[in-house]
Every structure is written in structure tokens, then in C-alpha cells.
């Protein structure tokens, strides 16, 4: 089994935080989007979505998508539980991180390759007008967060969850699209420093 | 239990889709797209984010998005199957419906909220530019498929899946979007006339 790995890419960090919570350590291999290396012919063959991270099992499948190789290691050892037990859970977590990755996660995303000048090559063509339309989008996002973490401590009930993790590296990639979580934010922020906190996102 | 559905919009129709395949019938009420009625103040208590489908149990809980919906009947009665069995396999479907869902889904999703007038009212601002840039990500996408569908009866391999869902219902949004497969694309179309002619479809 072996990792291709894509280093501080919000993605591939999505896939270590899940295994170092899991306490799972897989063999990686690095491949450098700094210079495009997941573009090359040689990287195609091996995600022709040119994507990081791509999951390689020893009988030769790929798997590609982070949340897919999440759940692949989800299924092979169940413990603990990153996607929930039980119809109603796994259901909620579900809801929860599609609306992490659909309100949240992709918003940031458009304003920084839309914005970003060393985004022209990857986003072709940027439309400086969709990474705009999308800034107020995470800010909204982040509002209605807040209200739903003054009543639980995590996004998506009483227990971690990888919809958790989803929401890290959503704030963290924030950065990189120069956009910070209000100040006032006061349950999106208590929920930041606890999960920040976890020695898994460090990896 | 309770369905609340957006008619013929591709999210309602996945789930109703998915439930015609396992052959279970929920009640359901019709929330009209048409009259923007999932904007109203009373549908927005159901769900904040304002999008249809929602699952309502009995215990009042609601499960928004409609692959969170599905895989909450897929743990509630697992036969057929459409999320996979085993790790490998629950891997590869994942892969896949994610690939169609951002690859194809997201695409024509974009072509025609930002280019259609009759979605000026939901899509804030509309950016035209967008619309258009998603333009040939969705026939490069139908080819990569179309190779893809070449070596296989389905796209996520030798059995019907959730992917296929999510695909049918992708290929069949792309009229209202004024997209077209092309005529050459014949794994594709014969893909699309097999899942077309199954019972779930006209659901």
C-alpha cells in the first residue's frame, strides 16, 4: 500500500489528519504540486484527474478522492468511527460534511484559485468575479456555524467526526485565500482551538 | 417518515432514484422550486441551507443532502447494495460518484445556474463568465468517461451503483443547461440508454 501524498494541499492534509486519528500509518510518496509534478504524463496515468492524494493497494487499484481513501480506511478498520454507527449518524455526518464541502470548503477554494496569481495555471480560466462572489459565501458560512457550535462541540453532534476535519482544513486554507474567521465568532473559534489542538492536526 | 421533495429538480430525483432501486416507498410532501418555496421563512426552519431534499424521521430529526439521505436508507435496508460492499469496493464507488458529482454534476450545475435567466433569483450574483468556463469541463469530462465506459458495464465498475444515479441524473440535467453528449461519445450513450431503460428512472 502506498500514499501518494500531496504535501500542505488542503486534500491531502484532509487524508493524514484522518489516519493520525485512526492511528494508521501508510508508506507515502510525495508528489510536488509546487511544480505541477501532479500534471505530468508520468502522474496522469496514475490520477488522470491529476488530483492529490490517490491511494495505491498492493494489488495495483487507485484510489483517488480524499473522503473516498477516508472511507476506505474507515471499512477496514472501523475504529474509532470517523463516519458514525447507525443509520441516523452516519446520515448526519454525511449532511454535515457535504455542507462543510459545499458551503464552505468549496467557497474558499474558488476565492483563492479564482484570486490567487499563482493560481493561473492550475484554474484556467480564473474568473476574478466567481473567487469575489464566493467571499461572502464562506463569511455566512462561518456565521451559521456559529450558531449551530454555541449548542454542541462539534460540527456534527457530541463526538469527532470527520466532518470535523473537513472544517480544519477549510479554516486553515483560509489563509491562503486571505480571508480570517471574524473575531466575534466565538463558537466557530472554541471549536477551532479544541480541534487544532489534537495532536492529528499536525499532520 | 417523511420525504420532503423538490420535484423534477436532479437532487429530489437522485433520491427518489435511489429509493425506486431498493423498493422502499416514503410519504412525501412536494415543496414547489417553481414558487421558490424552500426560500420562505417556514422551509428555511426545515432546512437553513434552503435546498431540497429532506429527510424527516419520526423522532423529528432531519437529514439534508441527498447522498446523505441515501446513505441513510442504504444502513437502514442495505440490500441492493449501491454504496458497495468491503473496503475496496465502497472505495472505488465513492471515488467515482465524487468524480461525477465534481467533475460533471458541479459543471452543468454551473453552466446553468450562472447562464440561465430564470435562475437570476436563485444564483446571487450570476457570473456568466463561470457559466461559460464549465462549458467544456463537462464534455471533457463525458469523454474521459466515455474511455472509462468503454471497459465496463457501469461507472464504478461491473454493478449498478450510486454512480450511476448521480451520472443519469447529471446527463439528463444537461438539457436544462443546453448541453448536449455529443453524437461520437457511443460508451456513454450506450451507458446512458441501459440506466435510462431501468424502472428507477422515471421515478
Chains 1, 2 share one sequence.
Request: proline share 8%.
Amino acid at each position: 500500500m502506498k500514499l501518494y501524498d500531496g504535501g500542505r494541499a488542503p486534500n491531502p492534509r484532509r487524508v493524514r489528519v484522518f489516519l493520525a486519528e485512526k492511528g494508521i500509518s501508510v508508506p507515502t510518496e510525495l508528489v510536488d504540486i509546487g511544480t505541477l509534478q501532479q500534471r505530468t504524463p508520468e502522474f496522469t496515468k496514475i490520477n488522470p484527474m491529476q488530483r492529490l492524494p490517490v491511494l495505491e493497494l498492493d494489488d495495483g487499484t487507485r484510489i483517488a478522492e480524499s473522503i473516498a481513501i477516508c472511507r476506505y480506511f474507515e471499512a477496514w478498520q472501523p475504529e474509532p468511527p470517523l463516519f458514525g454507527q447507525g443509520a441516523v449518524e452516519i446520515a448526519r455526518i454525511e449532511m454535515w460534511n457535504r455542507q462543510i464541502e459545499l458551503d464552505l470548503l468549496a467557497a474558499i477554494a474558488a476565492a483563492f484559485r479564482h484570486l490567487h496569481p499563482a493560481m493561473k495555471a492550475i484554474e484556467d480560466p480564473q474568473v476574478p468575479a466567481w473567487g469575489e462572489a464566493n467571499k461572502p459565501r464562506v463569511l455566512k458560512m462561518l456565521t451559521f456555524l456559529d450558531g449551530e457550535l454555541s449548542g454542541r462541540p462539534f460540527i456534527a453532534g457530541d463526538t469527532f467526526s470527520v466532518a470535523d476535519i473537513s472544517a480544519m482544513i477549510a479554516l486553515d486554507f483560509m489563509k491562503w485565500a486571505k480571508l480570517r474567521v471574524p473575531e466575534d465568532l466565538s463558537h466557530v473559534r472554541r471549536w477551532y482551538a479544541e480541534v487544532a489542538a489534537r495532536p492529528s492536526a499536525s499532520a
